[in-house]
């Protein structure tokens, strides 16, 4: 079975995307603020109560499993 010529491209942008995503940049502090604005409009969306700093959005995401924290190796 052949892939197809847009499946390769699908693949291709998925690629790129998990390639961007892959980083331990934190990002400006207008990004980090935005995605801190994004969350919080979803949870109240779905009747939950904003997080009002960063670090709860970092707790409640290790919380849930979506953040761990990864020992580093000495220098």
């Known amino acids: 079975m ?3 010529a847009e499946d390769r491209r699908r693949w291709d942008r ?3 995307a998990l390639r961007l995503a892959d980083n331990d940049e934190e990002g400006t502090l207008e990004v980090r603020a935005a995605t801190l604005e994004m969350v919080n409009r979803r949870r109240v969306a779905h009747g939950r109560p904003e997080l009002n700093t960063e670090g709860e959005l970092h707790r409640r995401a290790r919380t849930l499993g979506l953040l761990v924290d990864v020992p580093t190796a000495p220098r």
Do not use: N, R
């Open 2 to 4: 052949a892939v197809s």
């Open 14 to 16: 998925q690629v790129e």
